[in-house]
């Protein structure tokens, strides 16, 4: 899914009642951090940009406000990059295959459900637990050849979360990701 600039937007319109220098700065940050959880961002937003503390639970009240916005928006199959979810359709049988993203784990459980993607993956996980754990966890639980295993992915914390796993790392959707992998997808095809 090309899911960025309906992010963006969340961004944006859960933070509107915050300056829009403040707002331009976090979206330095998170469009350079495409991989990681609004969590982690509401928290950069108000400890690094506006340099004020910020409790947990008042994360969690942003992330839920944010997730709001997401479920309006993301169910949305124009979205969806058509030679993306061709070539899952076609080979989910064939390879074992999973979602492990910096997206709420609820919300994109609920996104790949309504939009009939979830029987294509062996399972779905997000924030939010860091995704350098998700995928170090998804390894362990399913005894996967770290040799045999891809993450494919369109973020620097999708390349990072592969490198510290010890596993291959494909680049998509994302040109700035040809400078750090070998292996760049141009198409699903």
């Not at 409790?55 to 169910?75: D, G, P």
């Not at 990072?160 to 997808?185: D, M, P, Q």
Request: include cysteine.
């Amino acid at each position: 899914m090309d899911s960025m600039e309906v992010r963006d937007k969340g961004f944006e319109i859960v933070l509107a009642d915050h300056s829009k220098e403040e707002v331009a700065e976090l979206m330095k940050f998170h469009r350079k951090n495409g991989g990681l959880s609004r969590y982690v961002k509401f928290r950069h937003f108000f400890e690094e940009i506006k340099k004020l503390e910020i409790t947990e639970e008042e994360v969690k009240e942003y992330a839920q406000k944010f997730s709001e916005v997401m479920l309006q928006n993301l169910i949305d199959e124009t979205l969806l990059i058509q030679d993306t979810i061709q070539f899952v359709k076609n080979n989910h049988e064939d390879y074992n295959m999973h979602i492990v993203s910096g997206s709420d784990q609820k919300e994109l459980r609920h996104i790949c459900s309504e939009l009939k993607l979830d029987a294509y993956f062996n399972s779905i996980h997000g924030s939010p637990t860091p995704k350098k754990q998700l995928v170090k966890d998804l390894l362990k639980d399913q005894n996967y050849q770290k040799d045999e295993t891809i993450l494919i992915g369109d973020s620097i914390n999708d390349y990072e979360a592969a490198e510290e796993n010890g596993i291959a790392f494909y680049g998509f959707n994302n040109i700035e990701l040809k400078k750090l992998s070998n292996t760049y997808v141009e198409k699903f095809v």
